[in-house]
């Protein structure tokens, strides 16, 4: 029997080209950026260098390692299931991480780098040892970047990409698995499940049954927890939402601290003191420092 959808309906609607060029764009990361910080929101999500145009970004070490993993895992869901283990994972892992060796990934040396990359197989080999939902079905979302309105009226956009959709056909619903490669678990006042869970609602047809962080550095499997209530969710979002527009439309993006460590790596980088590596497949320029 499959799950019943037992939230009131929220306002959401299909994207449409002319209008989503002026709408605000929220995701997980750029909400915790603001969060954090809103000067780091603006010099994250805003600011453009005025030589090339481009947003920047800084590079370290463990942001290079979750890059090369999370290439693994994404290559893996668009395999058919009897094909994704055919390849070891620990090869497929070899060619992801050697795009961000060396200045690329933010490394200031060989061992270090070579720490980074031992702890990557490590991971790597307890997903081939134990792929779990890896082996069974996944859903794949029709957008090369899932979106949707989650205000139309206020022109804001909810964005994301969700590391593994498992199709659960007993009940005809999906189970969303989020890999975690770092070493701190996610808080539950995280809004990062109650974004991904507005996201698969809205941006395909399937009811969510479950949703599981699966932490590398430690576990074997993933982990389930707790669905957040939907409509709860849309509403921390909508209001972080407004904050957000708001901040934007009078252009106040002040540190609360006058300088935090959030903000400042990036000050230094507008200053010259950065050094450019290379461009992001969405043409962030990348520096480290």
């Known amino acids: 029997m499959a799950l019943r959808r037992s939230w009131v309906q929220l306002p959401h609607g ?6 989503k060029y002026k709408a605000v764009w929220l995701s997980h990361s750029s909400i915790a950026d603001f969060l954090n910080c809103p000067r780091y929101y603006f010099l994250r999500n805003i600011y453009k260098d005025p030589l090339t145009g481009h947003k920047i970004t800084r590079m370290q070490p463990p942001l ?6 999370h290439e693994v895992i994404e290559e893996l869901s668009n395999l058919p299931v009897d094909t994704r283990l055919v390849i070891p994972l620990t090869k497929k892992f070899e060619v992801a991480f050697a795009k ?11 061992a270090q780098e070579d720490e980074y990359f031992k702890r990557g197989q490590e991971m790597i080999k307890k997903l081939q040892k134990n792929p779990g939902p890896l082996t069974q079905k996944a859903v794949k979302i029709n957008q090369d970047l899932p979106s949707y309105w989650l205000s139309e009226d206020d022109k804001i956009i909810l964005c994301g990409k969700i590391d593994w959709l498992e199709y659960l056909a007993e009940t005809d619903s999906v189970h969303i698995v989020d890999f975690k490669t770092g070493r701190i678990e996610e808080n539950e006042s995280s809004l990062q499940l109650p974004i991904y869970h507005l996201l698969v609602t809205n941006t395909q047809k399937r009811p969510v049954a479950k949703a599981s962080y699966w932490y590398l550095h430690t576990d074997t499997a993933p982990r389930e927890v707790k669905l957040p209530d939907l409509n ?6 909508y209001e972080i939402g407004k904050r957000i527009k708001l901040a934007r439309q009078i252009e106040h993006f002040k540190c609360p601290k006058d300088g935090c460590k ?3 790596p990036l000050e230094e980088i507008i200053k010259g003191k950065g050094e450019l590596v290379g461009e992001s497949e969405y043409r962030q320029d990348i520096y480290i420092l």
């Open 64 to 69: 290079a390692l979750g890059q090369a993993i």
């Open 232 to 237: 709860q969710a849309y509403s921390q979002v």
């Open 262 to 264: 959030y903000c400042l």
């Open 14 to 19: 299909p994207l449409v080209e002319k209008d």
């Open 100 to 110: 961000v060796r060396g200045k690329k990934g933010g490394f200031k040396n060989k």
